[in-house]
């Protein structure tokens, strides 16, 4: 399945097929999910089935005990019958009880133990999937997949789930138990039944529609706030909170608006099954009073079967209920399906081959490459990195410098051709092994909640206070990490608002070089940094890339000064190639760069 196809699924004009298709889908899910459980799921519903029998015993019991129980004592002075009534019903009561208990906490165990694989699932699958399905999917939108669709599929499993199960067996136990009692109340009930089915499924169909509408719209809203709050520094730099403002409220009102109408229709369900209830239990009461006037009915029969017409009633509205959660769920399990059965673009091999023990060159043999079905980013490229040189990419925006980064690191497969690293295909390779032989800097430095320490030990798990300390000098990072209030136990989560982004690129290297890859790559990783903090990572890197293959990205060319080799690339193409001296001698596109830039400077 495509990204554009999980990203579809936010629309609301599905096909039949697609519906289908999807349909089909989500019942694979959950019944993957339910699969190992279902000696307790067997085991659970003889609890309810059991309970079910023994609460619908006592309207029974109580005819029992008037017809039969009291003429024996007025008539005999036999107390028994009533004796045992009262006994069974009591023994009936408790058994109910217990049992539901066991089947509430039963239930509840698996709906847990279901909604903790899936959060798993999803969590493992959206890490394993590749940067492209990332970069279109939004995150407000796998926000929302972990968060209200979860939340959506628990309400069903803890309540709606329970709502039908008790509802169904109360209803069918109910019907059998009244027609024992009195087939022509029994039958009563049944014609009562079709109207009642007929709303049902009326609200059934009308609802589908509608809660899909409402998680679409829910979500819509999710992202936009999202999308807005992580951005807000962008928000608020170009004033964009009256834009924002009157585009959530659009979105709120959408959501709104779908929820107006989801209870509309529940305000017509509702009472509706309220109104068929009322009537039939008024038309057994009459029937059967005139039956009692008659001597063809008995009174205790009589009250049976008018508390069995009560009990039938109530749990229609219980399944109502379920249909509200049901769709909810249904709609969200759909979404979340989607995102389950995405395919990574970027496969790890079957049978991976070992790296060899060269220290990092890179070839791109014939390799044309584009984003999807877009425009080719680079047409026909050629390129020979040799083991531990530095290059120095360069160029005008949209030039291709970081899509020749993002294939260096397998973040995405050359459409045409291959990327090798010392001289096996990348294809070829175990994602282990790639990253830990290519590391990437970008100029968004992230840093995980934790200490300083911990972001750094990302590199290398495992490593000592010794080596996080010399990496982060040798980058320049040391001063700063000693200056905070724990030093390098200072939690960043905590103190995230007072270390600047020049800092928190320094901490990214420092996690990069811990990691001692062959292939460093730096794509604008500088950007951030001050001139007194560039300068001194520019020191650092001198040490730290020899005898290790480095491609440095930057628009500074004060970074570039350091490469052994510098390419110009336009249009995905490599029109200069040499020595940064060399360039400047030749006159060409770098020369030009270089002294734009020096001009800057002055």
Known sequence: MSVQGVQGEDRTD????ESKAIRARSRRLLGSLLKPHVGRVVVTLLFV???????????????????????AIMEQGDWMPLWVATLVYIVAAIAAGVLMYLYTVGIARISQTVLYELRRRLFAHAQRLSLEFHESYTSGRIIARQTSDLESIRDLLDQGLNELVRGVLIMGFTAGAMTLLDP???????????????????????????????????ARMIVHF?????????????RKEAANQ???DERVDDYRDANYRTINIFGIYEPGIMMIGAVTIATLVIVGGL???????????????????????????????????????????????GVLEEEPTVKEPVQPKALPASRGQIDFDAVRFAYGNGKVVLPDFDLHIPSGQTIALVGTTGAGKSTLAKLVSRFYDPTEGAVKLDGVDLRELANDDLRRAVVMVTQEA?????????NIALGKPGASDEEIEAAARAVGAHGFIEALPDGYATDVNKRGGRVSAGQRQLLSFARAFLADPRVLILDEATASLDIPSERLVQEGLTTLLADRTAIIIAHRLSTVAIADRVLVMEHGRIIEDGSPAELIEQGGKFASLHRAWRESLV
């Not at 599905?14 to 097929?17: E, N």
């Not at 999202?226 to 170009?238: L, N, Q, S, W, Y």
């Not at 508390?307 to 969200?332: D, E, K, T, V, W």
Request: hydrophobic share 50%.
């Open 184 to 218: 022509l109340s029994g039958a009563i009930i049944g014609i009562a039944l079709i109207p009642a089915i007929i709303l049902t499924r009326w609200f059934q169909v009308r609802s589908t529609v509608l809660f899909r509408e409402t998680r679409t719209t829910s």
């Open 49 to 71: 089935v059991i309970a079910a029998a023994a609460n619908i015993a006592g309207p029974l019991l109580i005819a029992y005990g008037i017809d039969v129980g009291l003429p």
């Open 226 to 238: 999202v999308e807005t709050m992580t951005g807000i520094r962008a928000v608020k730099a170009f």
């Open 291 to 337: 039956r009692v006037v008659e001597g063809s009915m008995q009174i205790g029969a009589l009250l049976g079967v008018a508390l069995y017409a009560r009990n039938f009633f109530q749990p229609i509205q219980g399944i109502g209920m379920f249909f509200n959660g049901y769709q909810s769920a249904s709609a969200a399990l759909e979404k979340i399906s």
């Open 446 to 454: 992230y840093l995980f909640s934790g200490t300083v320490a911990d």
């Open 246 to 248: 009157r585009e959530f």
């Open 14 to 17: 599905y096909t039949k097929a």
